[in-house]
């Protein structure tokens, strides 16, 4: 590359109506999404509208890291048995539930009862940061990264 000059990338542009299923919402809602700015699109020479990719919200449902747990989804673990199984002290495990970042589903006796998929994605996302202190999740449940990209923060 010639000094000086700094590599570009392009936007990916899907169509209105890809969006808007990634989305969940409306075509129409798609399309104030875009008018109010919240996400970037434009109009092609033929009058069709497109969405920038990049500025769609990422979902942890749509990750790669939570969908390799799909064949846990539903199944029920309990909070010192997911300590055990996953090897995260319990103390962390109730922080996360109690964060929203993993799904509650109900109650046995006195036991909490957990959606396993989303214990096996917090703890995966927690071996993978390793060390105490460190922010983990943004509220939506992604993974947190740091401005700057690195992921010791």
């Known amino acids: ?66 969908k390799k747990y799909a064949h846990l989804s539903g199944k029920t673990i309990w909070i010192s048995e997911a300590s055990r199984k996953y090897n995260v002290l319990q103390p962390t495990i109730s922080n996360w539930a109690s964060a929203g ?21 917090c703890a995966e996302i927690y071996r993978q940061r390793k060390g105490q202190g460190k922010r983990l999740f943004n509220p939506d449940g992604t993974p947190f990264k740091p401005k700057n990209g690195s992921l010791a923060n």
């Open 1 to 66: 590359m010639t000094k000086g000059l700094k590599k570009m990338t392009l936007d990916r542009f899907i169509t209105l109506s890809e969006a808007a299923h990634r989305l969940r919402v409306s075509v129409t809602e798609t399309r104030s999404m875009i008018k109010s700015g919240k996400i970037k699109g434009g109009i092609l020479p033929d009058g069709a509208m497109v969405v920038s990719e990049d500025t769609l919200p990422i979902r942890k449902e749509d990750l790669p890291e939570y």
């Open 101 to 121: 970042f993993i799904k509650k589903i109900g109650v046995e006796r006195n036991k909490i009862l957990l959606d396993e998929q989303d214990v096996a994605y």
